[in-house]
């Protein structure tokens, strides 16, 4: 299916103390109390970009983050990638990204930049 601006995907994930713990042997992390660590919320975006929007082959050029709020523990937050700008003669996506726990509230917002190039079809 060819992209287009104001395509988006999501995903929903509830992220407990053993993923945090598993993240802390993985990498070396600080513990981050009762709230979901950055590093796992754009996770979530890297996901949704190599899986879903635009998928498989998107090579991941430009992650910008700004964390408004901490994600408890223990309950949903919603990550969400849109298409904000195609440019097909370089092979580029921008997108807006978001996550937002189950009452709507904000707990990030930013931009990516992707090289789409690998993407069958992508600019059809």
Same mark, same amino acid.
């Given at each position: ?56 082959? =998107? ?38 990204? =978001? ?26």
């Amino acid at each position: 299916m060819p992209l287009s601006e104001g395509q988006s995907a999501q995903t929903t994930r509830t992220f407990t103390r053993a993923d945090i713990e598993a993240l802390q042997r993985l990498t070396g992390a600080p513990d981050s109390g009762a709230s979901v660590p950055e590093a796992l919320i754009n996770g979530m975006f890297s996901y949704l970009l190599g899986v879903d929007l635009p998928g498989q082959g =998107t090579n991941y050029l430009k992650q910008e983050t700004e964390f408004l709020a901490d994600a408890p523990l223990d309950a949903p937050v919603t990550a969400t990638v849109e298409i904000t700008r195609l440019r097909p003669d370089k092979h580029l996506v921008d997108l807006a990204t =978001t996550c937002r726990t189950q009452d709507g509230k904000l707990v990030a917002r930013g931009r990516a930049l992707v090289l789409a190039r690998d993407v069958a079809g992508a600019f059809a």
